[in-house]
């Protein structure tokens, strides 16, 4: 048998998601975890599934990157990701990137480049191209049931008040408190882009003001992004995506066609059941609507129920680019990724420019991100350097040390 393909994982909490996977792949062997919080790592030793592993533990990027392995999922901040990506290929190692992939477009230039002369695998991990629903949606899709894309419109409206101090920490610089209305955009744009493979060619946002509940729990940026996108094929995309009041939280799909639609259910099925009406089909002309099955059946995806069972498939179809398996095709590649996460930070040029549309480079193509080389726009000052952006359109709430003083308390509190 082919040996294994030993990967290491940098960030134990998201992280915990994959490396539940890991551990348990067939083709796979986790060798090392690495998170600078200890009592993480200690966690890992007593999480059931790798129990009497040999699997080494570090404290420290740069000691975790000496270790002998062939590939690194990151799950570390968010914003950090293409700093590290870039170091790990670099290192002549595969990545799989937790969302998002870059946090400014020049990281963006550095990322393609550092995969390209690596010609390692690079993954990006949305998860939600991989429920049972989106995946199903891109299967039809692709056998043209409903004909070419017109109109598509994606959702994740995830109300974290009540989670905020187990996310933050009550840390005032945590990425999540550092975050932009419209950034975290790949769960709402990345299914959408990966069930048709159109690419977003024009890029126009909206945000909502600051929330008092959001600001009351340390988090300055507005509440909610709209993005709305012109398709290489003509097509448009509608994007929502933030904080706004709503239980269940919504992640919810919709697609148009020449010839029908395809739907996920906004409240009780949620991604687990679709809706399909293909015009002129007696059967489905009302619209019809199932609980799709897994596109992988084994023991393991089964019982993989992080997301709707989603966490499963961003690791899996890793393993099978590596190793050329053909299954390895519904991984997201690192252009496929900024199609995804670009739009994010372009729509928010966009807020700040009275909403003016922003074109979306292209950027397989060199010319295209050779102009973005330098362009560090974001809200972190420790990246942007002059080129800092407001954290909101409509003002930014001044946050007082209490605030995140309580914040920090009620986390420690909860354990
Ligand atoms: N796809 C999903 O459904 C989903 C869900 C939750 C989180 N995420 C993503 O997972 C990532 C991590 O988020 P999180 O919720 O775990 O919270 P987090 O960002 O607070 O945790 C990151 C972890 O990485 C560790 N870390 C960061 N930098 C490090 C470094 N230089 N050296 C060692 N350890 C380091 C931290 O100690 C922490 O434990 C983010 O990118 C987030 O967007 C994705």
Same mark, same amino acid.
């Given at each position: 048998m082919e040996r294994k393909i030993r990967i290491g994982v940098i960030g134990a909490f998201r992280g915990m998601a994959m490396i539940k996977v890991l551990a348990r792949h067939p083709e796979a062997?986790?060798? #090392? %975890?690495?998170?600078?919080?200890?009592?993480?790592?200690?966690?890992?030793?007593?999480?059931?599934?790798?129990?009497?592993?040999?699997i080494a533990l570090y404290e420290n990027f740069d000691d975790f990157l000496n270790h002998d392995m062939d590939a690194v999922v990151l799950a570390n901040y968010a914003n950090e990701h293409a700093p590290f990506a870039v170091r790990v290929l670099d290192s002549g190692r595969h990545v799989l990137s937790e969302v998002l992939p870059v946090e400014t477009l020049s990281q963006a230039y550095d990322l393609t480049e550092a995969v390209e002369?690596?010609?390692?695998?690079?993954?990006?991990?949305?998860?939600?191209?991989?429920?049972?629903?989106?995946?199903?949606?891109?299967?039809?899709?692709?056998?043209?049931?409903?004909?070419?894309?017109? !109109?598509?419109?994606?959702?994740?409206? !995830?109300?974290?008040?009540? %989670?905020?101090?187990?996310i933050t920490y009550g840390e005032r610089d945590h990425w999540r408190n550092r975050l932009y209305s419209s950034y975290y955009c790949t769960h709402s744009i990345g299914p959408l882009v990966h069930i048709t493979g159109a690419r977003p060619v024009r890029v126009t946002g909206y945000e909502t003001p600051n929330a008092a509940n959001m600001s009351a729990q340390g988090f300055p940026g507005g509440t909610s992004a709209l993005i709305v996108m012109q398709m290489d094929n003509k097509a448009v995309v509608k994007s929502l995506h933030g904080y706004l009041k709503r239980e269940p939280s919504s992640i919810w799909y919709a697609l148009y066609g020449a010839k029908g639609m395809l739907e996920t259910d906004r409240w009780d099925g949620g991604i687990e059941r679709l809706h399909v009406f293909e015009e002129g089909n007696p059967r489905t002309e009302a619209s019809e609507s199932y609980r799709p099955r897994r596109a992988s059946d084994t023991a393991l995806s089964r019982e993989t129920q992080g997301h709707g069972g989603s966490d499963f498939y961003p690791v899996h179809y890793f393993i099978k680019k590596i190793l050329g398996d053909p299954e390895g095709a519904e991984s997201i590649d690192v252009y496929?990724?900024?199609?995804?996460?670009?739009?994010? %930070?372009? #729509?928010?040029?966009? %807020?700040?420019?009275?909403n003016k549309p922003y074109d979306m480079p292209d950027f397989r193509n060199k010319a295209d991100r050779e102009r973005y080389r330098n362009d560090r726009f974001c809200t972190n000052p420790a990246v942007a350097g002059q080129q800092l952006a407001p954290q909101c359109s409509f003002g930014v709430p001044a946050i007082g040390d209490e605030v995140y003083?309580?914040?920090?308390?009620?986390?420690l509190e909860r354990g």
């Amino acid at each position: 048998m082919e040996r294994k393909i030993r990967i290491g994982v940098i960030g134990a909490f998201r992280g915990m998601a994959m490396i539940k996977v890991l551990a348990r792949h067939p083709e796979a062997e986790l060798v #090392a %975890i690495c998170d600078k919080y200890r009592p993480l790592l200690d966690s890992c030793t007593k999480e059931s599934s790798l129990y009497g592993r040999d699997i080494a533990l570090y404290e420290n990027f740069d000691d975790f990157l000496n270790h002998d392995m062939d590939a690194v999922v990151l799950a570390n901040y968010a914003n950090e990701h293409a700093p590290f990506a870039v170091r790990v290929l670099d290192s002549g190692r595969h990545v799989l990137s937790e969302v998002l992939p870059v946090e400014t477009l020049s990281q963006a230039y550095d990322l393609t480049e550092a995969v390209e002369r690596s010609g390692k695998v690079y993954a990006y991990a949305e998860n939600y191209c991989y429920f049972p629903a989106t995946q199903e949606m891109r299967k039809l899709y692709r056998q043209g049931l409903i004909g070419e894309f017109l !109109h598509g419109e994606g959702e994740y409206v !995830h109300d974290c008040e009540s %989670i905020w101090p187990d996310i933050t920490y009550g840390e005032r610089d945590h990425w999540r408190n550092r975050l932009y209305s419209s950034y975290y955009c790949t769960h709402s744009i990345g299914p959408l882009v990966h069930i048709t493979g159109a690419r977003p060619v024009r890029v126009t946002g909206y945000e909502t003001p600051n929330a008092a509940n959001m600001s009351a729990q340390g988090f300055p940026g507005g509440t909610s992004a709209l993005i709305v996108m012109q398709m290489d094929n003509k097509a448009v995309v509608k994007s929502l995506h933030g904080y706004l009041k709503r239980e269940p939280s919504s992640i919810w799909y919709a697609l148009y066609g020449a010839k029908g639609m395809l739907e996920t259910d906004r409240w009780d099925g949620g991604i687990e059941r679709l809706h399909v009406f293909e015009e002129g089909n007696p059967r489905t002309e009302a619209s019809e609507s199932y609980r799709p099955r897994r596109a992988s059946d084994t023991a393991l995806s089964r019982e993989t129920q992080g997301h709707g069972g989603s966490d499963f498939y961003p690791v899996h179809y890793f393993i099978k680019k590596i190793l050329g398996d053909p299954e390895g095709a519904e991984s997201i590649d690192v252009y496929e990724a900024l199609d995804m996460a670009l739009p994010g %930070i372009l #729509a928010y040029k966009s %807020i700040l420019d009275g909403n003016k549309p922003y074109d979306m480079p292209d950027f397989r193509n060199k010319a295209d991100r050779e102009r973005y080389r330098n362009d560090r726009f974001c809200t972190n000052p420790a990246v942007a350097g002059q080129q800092l952006a407001p954290q909101c359109s409509f003002g930014v709430p001044a946050i007082g040390d209490e605030v995140y003083e309580r914040v920090r308390k009620r986390y420690l509190e909860r354990g």
